[in-house]
């Protein structure tokens, strides 16, 4: 480790001085804001004091409660109460009057001579106005021309969950978020379909101006969000070139109040997680009935212990195996708390600005042996040095630790639970360790799953901080220049710990086992920008160019070994010490160029170019151009529709463009060397080296050229909004695996730009919002409809299979080939079962399939005898199996063929009430908890449908013989475990009541806002899916190879289910 902290001096002292500077600019706001207090105090010396009051109405005369009225410049101030009526002293009159309202126009008034100003305020329902952040820049909402979706921190703050992703799912079209249950784990989140068929398609995050490609979504607080904007189409996403094929996430964070006043906010809940739902498993005497059926349908006998029940559990104790009746689902899954607590503090004088919070969010999972716990800080200031220079700082320090889901053998703790025997216990005190197990009476050799999750243990800490420092200077009113120079580091430690214990039976180990993997990744960003932006009467340029250089770093160090006892917890002094070490290097050269023109606001243009220079292609191809282009036009503001006063706002939009995406791995154009293999030479072992894979010099970029056309329409006054969008994203240069010749000796797949794919889609939003005396309303759904396709692959009959595991059926659930959308679950198809012999041998005595598993002679016919002998009912496919049709079929898809959401909100009085509903339709998952609870190939427990098993007297039935074995492979991956995985789902429930301002005048004025809420998360979950929950992802698993990692989404291997949340909190606002 200490060479790659040698490696980083320099970045060592660059944070050092960055850190210096922070308390100077920290130093400068206090001192700003001391002074401005001194002056205001010095001139209420010399002037007398006026006393102004007023009423606030609404454009229906009614009076407004709740409207800030603030001295402008100053941090006097004053709310009205529930006539709308307001009284504050002044200095003198030579003073204005803020006064705002959420949901109203702003107005400020010149005082003047007058000790009575009555103010009437206006609706704002437009957001033609709002500001949207789009690469290197901003641009108001009207002047847009990509497709760019937004969401604030208004809507973000109502819904308190623990990440980004979680705030954003179902409420962007084309946007799909799949968030897994578990505490702390990332979501997957597709932006318009899957990128990608080998490589990773997650989006770019660029994080206050810094780009950040190993972002950590779980890093940032939600309540430190100011907005968050997904560019989808070229035109917008060209500025950010061979990173953006899979879009881009801009998150920015809030900066410091621009009202001159200092604000402390603190919220905090608390509240308690459970599982939504369970499955109906075997009891102990179910058990028993299946376990006696299982064994003597494979012409067997049940296990020694079915006879011996009355028998103790262990030695030492009367309670017998007949007593004990364990539920193994109510051992796993818990009532886990979940709580957060957050402050901040935000001010400005006329030349700083600052925000600076504190916080840690704490989440014990619904599983056994799961949890996060995430300490955040964050520091923004920015300070005007004089007329021309403004320097800033933003700062996220994050440190988390993560204990999650146990997967023993590539086995999720859901399966050692649906598995686990019920009449064994959880615990034996005779046992090294304390826990039980079954033993060769019982048959079965599940694993305790309390024991994988209480004693072997997954934990996973990091330190995450992101640090982004700019220096802007005005060169001229039209003209500036922005340095920024950035740093992101992210330090990670993941220890597995499995002690010594024995289990009493087949489970066991006899070292303390200790792995210990440390991962250190560090990125420099270098930005030098400048900005013209410059109105010529009709005519409006705004124009930035942009050169940048991005260094990333990392290094990978794995240490293995065992111990002789389970005190220890450090690798000195242990034995089969191992040794694994990788590191790698790359940086991205980038230049770029955005051009908006705008003719009198109705005719829009945008033109950009982006040039980078990757380190990790050979170098004939180091360097790709990246074009982006759109066009609008603003019919709303043409004489023709000036007679159409129901029409507020009318956008055309088209755009054109070509992005890429990075691999995954870089300098694919060499073949790594690797040293880790012996030769037998002069009757010696002698270390040598070998190749692992054969170079591709032309490896590059996955190229994705995308067209998009846009509408956006806004009616009276733009309280009812509509957009709709159609887009083209097509890929090529897809990366493949391609298996070189035998003849090489190489085993290792090599990397070959090959395949091509196309995502085609519409997007749909509509958006109602009413603003009236005390109730605002809004309402906002969306609807997206994605299609896609693989268009080529590397030879037009290659096909890429996944998904297979001897614990599912034995054979690849998945295929991805061309002609079709990627990842079909391409599985066998049934017919029934086979109800008698004949459906089985015909009358010539011969099998009436192909498929059969029987015992066929030299002859072609069956040998009865053997095939009808009881002994050899565990060998051959007998009736009460299911009929294979001998056929595999695409059978669909795990994408959905639409996905919605609708966002509600209200607020009556001091009431607000907020419903949020997601939902997919259309979409399949290949439910292998159902292969576990039915598959019935060994002696494991199972779901109650086992109990309907077929039998000479229960023929009216699905589920197939009780057979140990599962001769026939009954359990094969096939259409019988595939399910319909639509939903709907009241993803967010928030009520909340915020106390008058009159109720808080014994505070004189101290407390400026008091809100307590209720909260209820995945409230109600409407689905025909069957397993624990129907938002499945994609756990991305190494051992089915680089080519097949990623296309197993939608398999539910066990997955951890999303918790039914109930949370109470408190706003408090000072």
């Not at 796993?332 to 840690?360: D, L």
């Not at 079929?889 to 959401?901: A, E, N, Q």
Request: charged share 15%.
């Amino acid at each position: 480790m200490s060479e790659i902290y040698s490696n980083f001096s320099s970045l060592r002292r660059l944070l050092r001085l960055k850190f210096k500077l922070l308390p100077l600019l920290s130093a400068a706001l206090i001192l700003c804001h001391v002074n401005a207090n001194t002056v205001e105090a010095k001139s209420s010396l010399v002037f007398q004091e006026l006393s102004v009051s007023g009423q606030v109405l609404d454009d229906t005369n009614a009076p407004i409660p709740g409207v800030n009225v603030v001295v402008k410049g100053t941090t006097n101030g004053a709310t009205t109460d529930a006539d709308g009526k307001y009284r504050i002293t002044l200095a003198n009159g030579n003073a204005t009057l803020i006064f705002s309202f959420i949901g109203y126009v702003t107005q400020e008034i010149a005082v003047g001579d007058r000790t009575a100003i009555n103010v009437s305020l206006v609706a704002d329902v437009s957001t033609l106005t709002e500001i949207v952040v789009v690469g290197y820049g901003t641009q108001t909402k009207s002047s847009v021309t990509g497709a760019i979706s937004s969401v604030n921190s208004k809507e973000i703050s109502a819904l308190p969950v623990p990440s980004v992703s979680a705030a954003l799912q179902g409420r962007v079209p084309g946007v799909m978020v799949t968030n897994n249950g578990g505490p702390g784990t990332s979501a997957i989140v597709r932006i318009r379909g899957i990128g990608s068929i080998t490589q990773n398609a997650d989006p770019l995050y660029v994080v206050d101006g810094f780009p950040a490609p190993n972002f950590n979504l779980n890093s940032v607080d939600t309540k430190d969000i100011e907005s968050v904007e997904i560019l989808k189409d070229a035109a917008a996403t060209a500025v950010y070139g061979s990173r953006a094929a899979n879009g881009v996430v801009i998150i920015t964070t809030k900066s410091g109040s621009k009202d001159q006043k200092v604000h402390v906010d603190i919220e905090a809940y608390t509240g308690t997680q459970s599982a939504w739902k369970k499955l109906d498993l075997l009891n102990r005497d179910q058990y028993l009935s299946y376990g006696t059926a299982l064994a003597t349908g494979a012409g067997g006998n049940p296990p020694s212990r079915f006879s011996n029940m009355n028998q103790p559990i262990y030695a030492g104790t009367t309670q017998t195996f007949a007593q004990t009746n364990t539920d193994w689902q109510d051992e796993m899954f818990r009532a886990a708390p979940i709580s957060q607590v957050q402050a901040s503090v935000s001010g400005s004088t006329e030349k700083t600005k600052m925000y600076m919070s504190f916080g840690r969010f704490k989440q014990d999972g619904i599983m056994l042996g799961t949890s996060f716990d995430r300490y955040n800080g964050r520091l923004s200031v920015e300070t005007k040095i004089n007329n021309r220079i403004t320097i800033g700082e933003n700062l996220q320090v994050t440190q988390s630790n993560n204990q999650n889901q146990l997967e023993s053998g590539g086995r999720t703790m859901v399966m050692h639970m649906l598995r686990s025997v019920p009449y064994i216990t959880v615990h034996n005190p005779n046992n090294p360790g304390g826990y039980n197990g079954t033993t060769s009476a019982d048959g079965s050799d599940p694993e305790n799953p309390v024991r994988l999750a209480q004693m072997d243990i997954r934990k996973n800490h990091n330190l995450y901080i992101l640090s982004n420092t700019f220096l802007q200077f005005k060169i001229t009113d039209a003209l500036k220049y922005k340095f920024t120079f950035g740093v992101n580091s992210s330090q990670d430690r993941a220890l597995q710990n499995d002690p010594i214990f024995s289990d009493g039976g087949y489970q066991g180990r006899t070292t303390h086992n200790l792995t210990d993997n440390r991962n250190s990744y560090y990125s420099l960003y270098y930005s030098n920008q400048l900005t013209y932006d410059k109105t010529f009467g009709a005519h409006g340029i705004n124009a930035v160019v942009v050169a940048e250089r991005q260094d990333e770093k990392n290094n990978y160090l794995n240490t293995s070994g065992k111990l002789a006892t389970n005190d220890i917890n450090n690798l000195t002094g242990g034995t089969n010490l191992t040794v694994d070490n990788q590191s790698w290097e790359m940086f991205l050269l980038s230049f770029l160029g955005r051009v908006n023109y705008d003719y009198k606001g109705k005719y829009l243009l945008s033109v950009s170019m982006r040039r980078d220079g990757f380190s990790g292609f050979a170098p004939d191809h180091k360097w790709g151009n990246f074009p982006g282009a759109s066009v609008g036009w603003k019919l709303s503001e043409e004489g023709f529709m000036q007679g159409i006063p129901q029409v507020s706002d009318l956008k055309l939009r088209a755009s054109y463009g070509k992005v890429g995406a990075k691999p995954n791995s870089a300098y694919s154009y060499v073949s790594p060397i690797y040293t880790n293999t012996f030769y037998p030479f002069n009757n010696a072992l002698q270390q040598g080296s070998y190749y692992d894979k054969l170079p591709n010099p032309n490896y590059g970029w996955e190229i994705s050229t995308m067209k998009n056309i846009g509408l956006d329409l806004g009616m009276f006054n733009n309280q009812l909004t509509f957009t709709a969008e159609y887009f083209i994203k097509d890929t090529d240069h897809l990366i493949l695996g391609t298996s070189p010749p035998v003849s090489t000796g190489i085993q290792v797949a090599t990397d070959l730009n090959a395949a091509k794919m196309k995502n085609s889609g519409v997007e749909l939003t509509l958006g109602y919002n009413k603003v009236a005396k005390d109730f605002t309303f809004n309402a906002s759904g969306n609807v997206s409809i994605i299609k896609n396709e693989i268009q080529a692959l590397y030879t037009a009959n290659q096909a890429f299979f996944a998904g297979g595991s001897q614990d599912y059926g034995a054979g690849n659930i998945t295929r991805t080939i061309a002609g079709s959308s990627i990842q079909h679950f391409y599985l066998s198809e049934t017919n029934g079962m086979f109800q008698n012999e004949g459906e089985i041998v015909n009358g010539e005595g011969k099998p009436t399939q192909d498929n059969l598993v029987l015992p066929v002679m030299a002859d072609g016919t069956v040998d009865l005898a053997k095939w009808r002998d009881p002994a050899n009912s565990g060998k051959y496919t007998r009736p009460g199996d299911i009929r294979f049709t001998g056929k595999m079929k695409d059978m669909g898809s795990f994408l959905p063929k639409f996905t919605y959401g609708l966002n509600l909100s209200a607020t009556f009085k001091g009431f607000d009430m907020t419903m949020f509903i997601q939902g997919v339709h259309g979409n399949k998952i290949y439910n292998g908890t159902r292969v576990i609870t039915e598959g019935m190939q060994r002696l494991f427990n199972s779901g109650t449908e086992v109990m309907n098993a077929w039998t000479p007297g229960n023929t009216n039935t699905n589920v197939p013989r009780a057979v140990s074995g599962d001769p026939n492979s009954n359990a094969r991956p096939s259409d019988r475990f595939l399910e319909d995985g639509s939903y709907l789902r009241i993803k967010n429930l928030n009520i909340g009541y915020t106390l008058p301002a009159s109720l808080l005048g014994f505070t004189n004025g101290a407390i400026k806002k008091f809100r307590i809420y209720v909260t209820a998360q995945n409230l109600v979950t409407v689905t025909k899916y069957k397993g624990y929950d129907p938002e499945v992802g994609n756990r991305n698993i190494n051992n089915f190879g680089d080519n097949n990692r990623f296309l197993v989404n939608g398999i539910d291997y066990g997955q951890f289910p999303q918790p039914r949340t109930f949370i109470g909190g408190v706003q408090l606002g000072f």
